[in-house]
């Protein structure tokens, strides 16, 4: 018996890195997965062989989640073949840094689109659903700089800081048709957003984690099962870091 077995869970930007960890952990757990990006290429297609490796339905889909009628076609879509969705994580994510006087207005507008508003698509299209069940969990991804800030990354910080008052307000507001709504705050995770960063950067990171490593794309895909399954289901509302101690 899996912690998943007879759930459904959309990833989003789930064709590598946190996305994909997730999405594996979960279909070992027994959740058939849908999952979408951008495109579906080489890469989206070899993460859809690996879920399907565990025994689960799974399927990916082509979708702008920064596009609200996209969403919404694509989460009908997914309905239409899974029959219900039990599980969201929102895990869609850019970044565009730079220090807030140089950066424009393109920049601020991309990261907070991609990263924030479409958490708003999938959550509008899929909360009717849930509703209707009685029953989900809704699972945004966060950062330890949507909570403390980080120079050069004020875009990306007020994205993830939205995220988090977005999952509050929904675990309100949804709470009494049994939705539940939380953040994961990972701190420095492998991963090749991460690797496109600077050595200069990535050396600061790394002082000041108490555990003296990065984290893994599977460290948060822990948390999420955790928060995907039963086992959390009186906590609503919260932000778990992930972070090694970096930002307690």
């Known amino acids: 018996m899996g912690l998943l077995d007879g759930k459904v869970a959309l990833i989003t930007g789930a064709a590598r890195g946190i996305g994909k960890a997730i999405a594996l952990k979960f279909a070992s757990e ?69 220090l807030m006087m140089r950066m424009d207005e393109k920049q601020w507008d991309a990261v907070l689109t991609v990263n924030l508003k479409s958490a708003f698509n999938f959550i509008h299209a899929c909360t009717p659903v849930m509703a209707k069940q009685r029953g989900g969990s809704i699972i945004n991804m966060s950062s ?77 895909a822990n948390v999420a099962l955790f928060l995907a399954s039963d086992l959390s289901s009186y906590v609503s509302g919260q932000v778990i870091h992930c972070c090694g101690a970096m930002n307690c």
């Open 30 to 98: 027994g959740a058939d997965v849908a999952f979408t990006d951008l495109v579906i290429n080489e890469a989206a297609e070899e993460t859809l062989k690996e879920i399907e490796a565990y025994g689960v339905k799974a399927k990916a889909y082509a979708s702008n989640a920064a596009n609200f009628d996209e969403t919404h076609t694509v989460v009908s879509e997914i309905l239409a073949e899974f029959g219900h969705i039990d599980i969201l994580v929102n895990n869609a994510g850019i970044t565009k840094d730079g």
């Open 144 to 220: 330890v700089v949507g909570v403390s800030g980080n120079a050069g990354q004020c875009n990306y910080s007020a994205s993830k800081a939205g995220l988090i008052g977005l999952a509050k307000s929904i675990a309100k507001e949804m709470g009494p048709r049994g939705i539940r709504a939380n953040c994961i705050a990972p701190g420095f995770i492998i991963t090749d957003m991460t690797n496109a960063l600077s050595e200069k950067v990535r050396e600061e990171w790394a002082k000041q984690i108490p555990l003296r490593r990065g984290g893994t794309p599977e460290d948060v």
